[in-house]
């Protein structure tokens, strides 16, 4: 089997065919018996060097701090006003600005009821529409007269799209 797959890898050309099947790592004698006392002996050793720590609070530090920080408080709080101020300003301008949106989609559902559209259709165009002999839905022989198309085509076409006539 090992042979087939060294033969397999020369006829691929790979450079793995001609190289030993040796392990190249070796441990030297006694390294696992030896190693629970090297890990032990890292694992006593203190973590952090001692030494002085490299800042120190100023004296009376904490006997002020209330004091610092409500007075930074203040001050962000007296020169924020202005960005709250225009955010309100801001705010109050989208509102309205939606309310006359509203305002003139109602009204435009207004203009378009059917007496509204019926106002607008030309005289004569109803005129003309009443002209057209039996011009009433479900007619449809006097559509078929109107377009002026001949039955054959009628039926050459109704037999094209796949439609039965009964």
Known sequence: ??????????QMGSTLAGMPKVVPHTVPEGYFA????????VATEPALPESALPYAVPAGYFDTLPETITAKA??????????FGGLRMAAAAVVLL????GAWMVMQQNATTPDRLLARVNEREIREYLAVP???????????Q?????????VTYLDETGWELN
């Open 1 to 10: 089997m090992k042979e087939a797959v060294k033969t397999e890898l020369e």
């Open 34 to 41: 030896a190693m629970e006392e090297r890990v032990m002996n």
């Open 74 to 83: 203040m001050k962000a709080t007296n020169g924020g006003g202005v960005y």
């Open 98 to 101: 939606m309310a006359g949106i």
């Open 134 to 144: 039996d011009a009433i839905p479900g007619n449809a022989e006097a559509y078929v």
């Open 146 to 154: 109107q377009a002026k198309v001949e039955a054959d085509d009628i």
